[in-house]
């Protein structure tokens, strides 16, 4: 493998990641008399925490996912790669992308890697084909389709007569009452109950069961004792039925298994149901295996990597990793970790370019943490303020407008969150087979049947 790349006068910074922490690294080094590569596998930024809107109907994927290529046209000195990182060489200081068979290595003199952190099934990965995840746009389509198909299904089922067909559709299980489970627990009850109730006539949609499992023995455990009975009063209020410490231990195409951790019996128990949206549990990046294995540095069990105070690598100083791929002082896997982070790193390097001596250690400023339960309802915790209702669901409704990427989507936003949140309607109620299916079809290919072409350079 040979690299192309003519000698640069300008310091080269490759960023891995186009997330909160690649993004926002880049924009902090647009005045820096840098060069800037941003390698990423898809050609957007991810607006990550609204994507159960995605799933439920409320926004479209353009709204929380602009192009990076939109993002960054003004930013003269970065460039954008669709690439999937493969390798990275320490030693030789180049990163390795791949996109469609084709290889492309690209050197670097300072690296950010802020490659995020994907879906864990706890080791049970088969579980993903019958219970998808909340990690990707593909995810919230499939989910979107998923879910608004069940309902369309159900009213065949009910055509025929066929009761427990009806029963086994309408029951939907959410796994993990973490923020992303209790949000998408919130907002297929609300699907059911508000947009879609007068839309059938075989079947009505208020009956749905919506079932919240997770293996903790509260909800929202991260936010506290007060914060968490406070969803749970508003869950059950909405008509969600929430099982805590119940683990899952299979997952098929027609149901789920769980069993529950105070049954000394070891009973394993089964759910009817269709539709099972996995929220439970996240797994760095590989790529920081690919890290630890050259520097020396230790991961964690779920994958991240121990960094040095400044967020460098041992040994190797001009590597940085932040966000959900790192292992440092119990920091928090949310975009303010991952934001602060890839400003402190930019921060760094053009410290350094300038002759200046670098800060020691990040310092992380905890902004507080935000959920929604439904409309008008939402908890908050905030430094030593812990409160929920509607206050906390208008605090997290600024929030999010302000931290969603361009004005055009933060006026349509806006616009869908009006229409969703006063009225009933959702705009984004169209759904395919294929927002279903493709992916496992073309899971099914396999690599066997996808192009192999020549390596090149950058």
């Not at 075989?202 to 009975?229: M, N, Y």
């Not at 069993?259 to 996240?282: F, H, M, N, T």
């Amino acid at each position: 493998m040979t690299s192309l790349a003519a000698p640069t006068p300008r310091h080269r910074v490759v960023v891995i990641g186009s997330g909160f922490g690649g993004l926002f690294g880049t924009q902090a080094l647009k005045r820096a008399d840098v060069d800037i590569t941003l390698v990423a596998r898809t050609t957007h930024h991810l607006f990550q925490p609204l994507l159960y809107q995605v799933a439920t109907g409320i926004l479209s994927e353009g709204e929380i996912a602009p192009a990076t290529r939109e993002v960054l046209r003004r930013q003269a000195n970065a460039t954008t790669i669709l690439g999937n990182v493969t390798d990275i060489d320490l030693e030789a200081h180049t990163v390795t992308s791949e996109n469609l068979g084709r290889r492309l290595v690209t050197p670097y003199d300072s690296l950010l890697v802020a490659a995020g952190a994907g879906q864990s099934y706890f080791g049970n990965d088969h579980f993903a084909t019958y219970a998808p995840g909340m990690k990707d746009i593909d995810d919230a389509l499939e989910l979107r389709g998923l879910i608004l198909g069940c309902f369309e299904q159900a009213e065949l089922a009910a055509l025929r007569g066929d009761k427990h067909e009806v029963a086994r559709l309408l029951c939907f299980v959410v796994v993990g009452a973490g923020p992303t489970g209790v949000e998408m627990a919130g907002q297929i009850t609300e699907l059911a109950n508000r947009t879609l109730r007068k839309d059938f006539r075989a079947i009505d949609p208020t009956q749905a069961k919506v079932i919240l499992v997770d293996a903790a023995p509260q909800v929202l455990p991260a936010f506290g004792d007060r914060l968490g009975v406070i969803a749970l009063k508003r869950l059950e209020q909405m008509g969600v039925e929430v099982q805590l410490g119940g683990k899952v231990v299979d997952v098929d195409a027609t149901g789920i298994e769980i069993q529950d951790l105070g049954d000394p019996s070891g009973y394993v128990r089964r759910i009817e149901s269709i539709c099972k949206v996995w929220a439970a549990g996240v797994q760095a990046s590989p790529l920081g295996a690919t890290l630890s294995e050259q520097s020396g540095a230790g991961l964690d069990r779920a994958g991240r990597i121990q960094v040095l105070p400044d967020l460098t690598l041992p040994g190797h100083p001009e590597v940085f990793v932040v966000g959900d791929m790192i292992a440092l002082d119990n920091l928090p896997g949310v975009a303010q970790v991952a934001i602060q982070g890839s400003r402190f790193a930019a921060k760094q390097i053009a410290r350094r370019l300038a002759g200046q001596p670098g800060e020691e250690a990040f310092a992380y400023f905890d902004k507080g943490s935000m959920a929604t339960i439904s409309r008008f309802s939402a908890v908050a915790s905030v430094g030593r303020f812990r409160f929920g209702g509607f206050i906390a669901w208008l605090m997290w409704l600024g929030v999010h407008l302000v931290y969603i990427i361009g004005f055009k989507s933060r006026v349509t936003t806006l616009l869908h969150w009006a229409v969703s949140f006063l009225g009933r309607g959702r705009a984004e109620r169209t759904i395919t087979e294929q927002q279903v299916f493709a992916r496992r079809a073309i899971e099914r290919l396999g690599d066997e049947h996808r192009p192999s072409l020549p390596d090149v350079g950058s």
